[in-house]
């Protein structure tokens, strides 16, 4: 029995946030967080690229979909498709979990630093070609987080 993504990073944080506190009062907050998104940035990229693999396909649209569906799993995330393609992938998240509970913890800085932060290097692990933009988050407040996932073309 595999334990939901939500139920993973609540555990996670148990840890995390106290070590993460702890960083930022010996190395300061700029110095620590970097440390942290480094880390934890070679962590996710590795998660992608055996995601990439286990799918034996490289069609965007199709594994962001199951990787999405994966992160939703338990009502963790509510969101709408806005584009699907096998070089396209196009999501606005209108209800995130994640961030209710960080919002609830007292640390939603910590929360984006901890789970938004890495669904950057997750894209790069998934296809070196494929680039994700994102404009904002709920974490950090918006209404919404756009993800944008398009495989760039070589030229």
Request: net charge negative; proline share 3%; charged share 25%.
């Amino acid at each position: 029995m595999s334990i939901p993504a939500i139920e993973q990073a609540k555990i996670q944080a148990q840890v995390l946030v106290p070590l993460i506190k702890a960083l930022q009062t010996e190395l300061g907050e700029e110095r620590a967080n970097a440390l942290v998104r480094k880390a934890l940035g070679d962590v996710y990229r590795r998660l992608g690229e055996r995601w990439w693999q286990t799918k034996g396909s490289r069609h965007v649209g199709e594994n962001m979909a199951a990787a999405f569906a994966a992160f939703a799993k338990d009502a963790a995330l509510d969101y709408s498709v806005r584009a699907q393609s096998q070089e396209v992938y196009e999501i606005d998240v209108t209800r995130c979990q994640y961030a209710q509970f960080y919002k609830e913890l007292g640390e939603p800085e910590l929360g984006f630093l901890l789970v938004c932060s890495s669904d950057f290097p997750f894209a790069e692990g998934f296809d070196p070609d494929l680039k994700l933009t994102r404009s904002q988050t709920i974490m950090q407040g918006a209404s919404h987080c756009d993800f944008r996932y398009r495989r760039q073309k070589e030229e």
